[in-house]
């Protein structure tokens, strides 16, 4: 990134300057031969002086970590190599999510590892059908228990206490649920009705996933107009597809899926990658997948993958850093951010997924990681008890009062109530986290419309810009969810909060032409949940009004979010389903669009599961057993007593 090429050009030149001025003074010999005394003297001040200005440089210049790494100890700063190699805003969220290929030519491209022929060697299991898989696990196969080696890495960082650590066993989780994963017969709904719209939703995955399949096999996304594959080979379409895939039944293209991640996917990459993305759509992804077919593959690449981020945390703070290069385990910041911080959004969502690695893999080192980002902006002093979206990972401060709950901000709150329910209402400091950052959002950041439309503003130090990213969306699903768990008198008010920023969002679908959402609306100069410059007129097929939707059904049943959902399903058919794919559109306020020949990879892990969820009965992935990561990839809530308790009753059998 431009930014990280211009530190390294401005160190090295002060580098170049000093020794160039050490060494050649002109008119003065190595020895000092020939000087006077006084001469000397003064020299001696100005060459005292010099050094005193090098050692100010290297430690006082912002982020100068690339400096510090010389001379303090390597487990402070020095990028750690793992594995077995050797050793925007609104747009800038989604850029710094898939850095685009002329910022980084090499962005997620692939080179083959260790790693890689490790994992191609693990042997190919039969493709297998769902009902095949639920019935085995229902008949309770005892599968055998894991005991993942531990890496490199985590031995070098954690203590020897882990000796009596257990091991993870899928039949007592199976048996923790409360319900069937899929229900009784995968979510059916009774009424026909509804049951036409859900199978109209699983023919447009079929449809997404056989255009993508036969044009861009094993790359990231689809180009559905060009009929090729966008950057990279690590298959990001496949990943966030095959709990989709798993739960509509399409099991011929889940098992695709799966021999592809068996075969293919190589996670000693090279390329960089943002820490963020890898963490939901990756190990999310791959979590999920192991969650809900016991599919060992899963549970070991998802843990391998893990193992591979923990280098970006080795900064003074453990706060990571945004982009990591998988096969060296080198970190940096995102170019863009200023000052060299990390990014809320970034390090603030990756709970969910860590805890379960612990859960799975028996090693702490996930839990501890991001416990400490945890107890950092616990303690740390925050404006208005608000949140701010950049934090320098050096010295653990703010680096910009700039609040938001769309892009930047957005799933660090998702995070903090999802990481209280995931841990079975068990997790206090996330619940008095959550429930104290949305009262800092209410008091400072909704505001009501002259039109009496709720919204969230956002706020740079202290002055609020009344405009609200479709990203913010998912607000309205994430405070209804929260709402049981609210003081006793703010229960109610919260289930309203969540369905008046529900209905603006929908406001914002049906202000527009083509019933789709911009990226971007605003409540200001006369604007009502429009957007008003040209560039937020776009719709990338994202997920987030949707996704409220769907949890605004599951927690009230009021029709109209089922007739919200199916206005959505209709205008995607009109203007984003093309030839060969879905694409997103240049600008939702005209009839005749424009394509913009995408068809992102969260289009299949978000906004058509959300859809099919919408559909469905409320068993199916039922919100008592469930947490959905921010990629839409469900992990179970973990029932630490029932867990224990099953565990104990395994050893008085087998004593
Ligand atoms: C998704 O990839 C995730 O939900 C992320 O947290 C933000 N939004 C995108 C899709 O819009």
């Known amino acids: 990134p431009a930014v990280r090429i211009f530190c390294l050009k401005a160190v090295e030149s002060r580098h170049c300057q000093t020794k160039r001025y050490c060494k050649g003074l002109p008119g003065v010999s190595a020895s000092g031969m020939g000087l006077r005394l006084s001469q000397k003297f003064v020299f001696l ?10 050692f100010g440089a290297l430690f006082f210049l912002p982020d100068s970590v690339r400096l510090k790494r010389i001379f303090l100890s390597k487990t402070e700063t020095q990028p750690v190599t793992v594995g077995s190699g050797s050793g925007s805003e609104n747009d800038a969220r989604e850029h710094l999510k898939r850095p685009k290929e002329q910022d980084h030519p090499r962005a997620m491209t692939s080179t083959k590892g260790d790693t890689s022929t490790k994992l191609k060697s693990l042997s190919r299991k039969p493709a297998v059908s769902r009902e095949a898989t639920e019935e085995r696990l229902a008949g309770g196969r005892a599968q055998e228990d894991l005991t993942l080696s531990r890496s490199k890495t985590e031995s070098a960082t954690v203590p020897d206490s882990d ?7 899928y039949d007592k989780f199976r048996r923790c649920l409360l ?8 979510g059916r709904p009774s009424d026909p009705k509804t049951t036409e719209r859900r199978d109209k939703v699983k023919e447009m995955m079929k449809f997404a996933w056989d255009n993508y399949k036969r044009y861009a096999w094993g790359k990231n996304e689809l180009r559905p107009l060009t009929r090729n594959g966008h950057i990279g080979n690590i298959g990001a379409s496949i990943i966030d597809s095959l709990d989709t895939l798993y739960i509509m039944g399409l099991m011929d293209e889940y098992n695709d899926a799966k021999q ?12 960089e990658a943002s820490l963020f993305e890898v963490n939901i759509r990756y190990v ?8 809900l077919t016991g599919e060992e593959l899963f549970k070991t690449k998802a843990v391998e993958l893990g193992e591979k981020l923990l280098p970006a945390f080795n900064t003074p703070t453990g706060i990571p850093r945004g982009v990591i290069n998988l096969g060296s385990g080198t970190s940096w910041s995102w170019g ?7 990014i809320l959004a970034e390090f603030g969502t990756l709970h969910l997924e860590f805890v379960h690695l612990t859960e799975l893999s028996s090693n702490p080192i996930y839990t501890e990681k991001v416990m400490n980002i945890r107890k950092l902006l616990n303690k740390i002093e925050k404006p208005h008890g608000l949140y701010p979206n950049f934090l320098s990972p050096v010295s653990g401060n703010w680096v910009q009062h700039h609040v938001s709950i769309g892009g930047l901000g957005d799933s660090f709150y998702e995070y903090l109530i999802k990481s209280y329910l995931m841990s079975d209402k068990t997790d206090d400091d996330a619940k008095m986290m959550y429930y104290s950052a949305l009262e800092a959002i209410e008091a400072n950041l909704v505001q009501k419309s002259p039109g009496g439309l709720t919204y969230m503003a956002e706020w740079r130090g202290g002055i609020l810009d009344h405009k609200m990213g479709h990203l913010a969306c998912f607000s309205g699903g994430m405070i209804g969810i929260g709402a049981d768990d609210g003081a006793p008198e703010k229960r109610q008010h919260y ?4 369905a008046e920023i529900t209905h603006t969002c929908h406001e914002s679908y049906t202000r527009s032409a083509t019933k789709l959402g911009p990226e971007a609306f605003r409540f200001d100069s006369g604007a009502e949940a429009t957007a008003t410059r040209l560039s937020d007129r776009y719709y990338i097929l994202r997920p987030e009004v949707i996704e409220s939707y769907m949890y605004m059904w599951r927690l009230t049943h009021d029709p109209k979010y089922r007739e919200w959902g199916w206005e959505a399903v209709e205008a995607l058919e009109e203007h984003c389903r093309v030839e060969s794919g879905f694409s997103g559109i240049r600008d939702v306020y005209t009839m005749t669009v424009s394509h913009d020949n995408m068809q992102q990879s969260f289009f299949l892990s978000e906004t058509l599961k959300y859809l099919y969820l919408l559909f469905s009965d409320d068993d199916l992935l039922p919100l008592e057993d469930w947490v959905f990561n921010t990629e839409a990839h469900p992990l179970p809530i ?10 104990t009753q395994d050893k008085t059998v087998s004593e």
């Open 284 to 291: 999310g992804g791959l979590l999920s997948a192991y969650y």
């Open 45 to 54: 001040i100005f060459l005292s002086g010099l050094v005193t200005l090098c």
């Open 336 to 342: 863009w951010a200023s000052a060299g911080s990390s």
């Open 179 to 186: 319900k069937p994963p899929l229900g009784r017969d995968g």
């Open 260 to 271: 592809w991640v068996q075969s293919s996917l190589d996670l000693n990459s090279n390329g």
């Open 163 to 169: 000796a009596n650590w257990d091991t993870f066993s």
């Open 495 to 498: 289930l309203d909060l969540a």
């Open 638 to 647: 973990i029932r630490k007593s029932c867990l224990q308790d099953e565990a």
